[in-house]
């Protein structure tokens, strides 16, 4: 039996709606928003300095308190004090992207091992104001984080003490919200199997017009080994992952991503026509412009059509994801895929249907069942992870679509094999996960040309026999191995 390193839990957004309340109190919820509003943005404005840098949001009240008093909107205190600190906790997420953000600039601008003292001083100043004093990390900071703005004005934060929370029947329960008078509670009926409790965001949505209570739901608690078993995956267009142990999950992706972008980009050009037709008529036949504008031009009927091959697709990525851990605790080698394709030319529908791509759902989506499944889930630098062959870690092979043929002639899986080789670069010591391209392929060429000297062939060989491609030619690190470069041929 598998010692257990402890307990994890499954953790979920729950969303239910509000099915009942009076006028009054709907004017009231109205009122507080709109209050709140104001609180949020004017929080955005003042804790999103710089000058607030790692900013603790349990101190962040009292900051916003010295110019901006709940008795001046008419607001109990801890209707505020709980809306600023959700603020801040936001700001801090924000904070802590720009962080992951800089640092892949700094290691791209100090590589190698030599610099490795000096990266490692930059990213600790990172954590405290004192980056401001070096011009170098103040200028990647300033250039990278946008300091927030917030126009949110429909919805309320309450804790546990703002209100309480009481069984009606097996499907409704009522809540007593505090309200903007001291010793009067607001009741509502909420449609939910289970009772409420922790943290609550009453949230107006827009949308469907109607209330909504989002609360977190502890589901269920799952134990987890110390050893987790590792896997390998190549997140994919045509199926979302593909695992080192040959298994695709999420199979039909790509038929769903490219019929939505298809979709979308024959609608629109048909709509840019009728657009172009009711500009035209609009001095001509007034009356029926407008019908135009009305009648075909809104969006409407396309807002739901789209929230709907949304629905479709994030259930497609969810089912993959609950596929690939199952009731595993695993150790998950993933490619970091947050960096956007650059000085890649291809063709408008190519640019449009990976541009349609969810690599951010996927990721969500893979750390979402890795907390729920007391797994871990690691991104490694993803360059080149489709173009080696996972037989022997170096450049000799090409891939074609589907298929990736060796230099021998053996025909492997394609996403199998770059599933492969993510699960070797993760134990790859010589390659982190902010090593530059450039870095990575020096290393493989290096290791391509030990490999090749064993049997007594170079990389011009390789070139020559079809082996290796001749891209690779036209780089300075293959022009120094073939100088004879110290330690570069051994």
Known sequence: MPKNAGVTKQIS?????????TKSVQAELFSTMKKLGIVRSESYNKLGSISHWGIDWKKSYPEVRDFRTPESLGLPSKLMEWTVNDVA??????????????????????????????????CLQLKTLAFIEDPLLHRLVRKEYQRGHSWVDNQIVYQQG????????????????????????????????????????LIYNKLNQRFEIHFLVNYREVKTPVARTPVGVD?????????????????????????????????????????????????????????????NLSRKTENRRYRKDQAEILSVIGKASKSLFGERSLKVFAEDLTQPIKNKRQSKAMSRQLNSWTKGVMRDSLQKWADWTGSVVTEVQPSYTSQIDSRNGTLLGKRTGDYFTGFDGVVLQADHNAAKNILARG????????????????????????FLKGMGLSLV??????????????????????????????
């Open 13 to 21: 957004t729950q969303v239910v709606p509000i099915i009942g309340m």
């Open 235 to 295: 997140k994919g267009y045509t199926e979302a992952y593909y695992d080192s142990e040959g298994t695709a999950h999420g199979k039909g992706l790509g038929s769903l991503l490219s019929e939505k972008s298809n979709r979308i980009c024959s609608k629109n050009r048909n709509r840019g026509k009728l657009w172009a037709l009711s500009r035209k008529l609009e001095k001509i036949d007034p009356a029926k412009s407008a019908i135009m504008l009305e009648s």
């Open 427 to 450: 134990t790859d010591f010589e390659i982190s996960r902010y090593s530059s391209r450039t870095e990575v392929q020096t290393l493989l060429l290096r290791r391509t040309a030990r």
């Open 89 to 122: 906790k936001a700001i801090s997420a924000s904070q802590a992207a720009c962080t992951e953000a800089v640092v892949k600039k700094v290691y791209k601008r100090f590589p190698g091992k030599e610099n490795q003292k000096n990266r490692k001083e930059l």
């Open 162 to 201: 703002g209100y309480k929370c009481k069984r009606v029947s097996r499907n409704v329960a009522q809540l007593e919200l505090a309200g903007l008078r001291r010793g009067k509670r607001n009741k509502i009926l909420v449609r939910s199997n289970r009772k409420i409790k922790g943290q609550i965001r």
């Open 461 to 490: 060989d390789a070139v020559e026999l079809g082996w290796l491609d001749s891209k690779h030619t036209k780089t300075q690190a293959f022009k120094k191995l073939l100088a004879g470069m110290p330690g570069m041929s051994k």
